[in-house]
């Protein structure tokens, strides 16, 4: 079975790195959906479908939007559901992380990214 995978980012260098870690990746096959930016996470976030949303955050990212699509996924979800934060390692530090399952430092690997996941997806290939 395959985990969906929504790519949140506004950068297209962000979402297509993260793609090719997700086809790379050795946890499971990703069936991944992209939006660029906060702006599409509402039309393409299907919460009867989707087991993981990775948010790619910048360093102009202000904390209160990721807050806000944090809030907004939580809202939304209709079952368990991972939210992966991405972006630079001092981005990271200073945001909010309530709600968030994992954050990774860009460039994401697929054996970090593996790493990362194993322990919040189920071996059938859906979230616990």
Known sequence: MAVHALIVDASPIGRRS????????????????????????????????TDVVFLGVDDRAATGIVFRMVGTLRTMQTRPLCIVLVGSERTLRRLDLVGVDRTLVRPVRAKTLDAHLAPLLAPAGSTP
Do not use: I, N, Q
Not at 19 to 48: C, I, M, N, Q, Y
């Open 18 to 49: 993260l793609k090719e870690a997700l086809s790379r990746s050795r946890l499971a096959e990703f069936a991944v959906t992209e939006a660029d930016g906060p702006e599409g996470l509402r039309s393409h976030f299907d919460p009867d479908t």
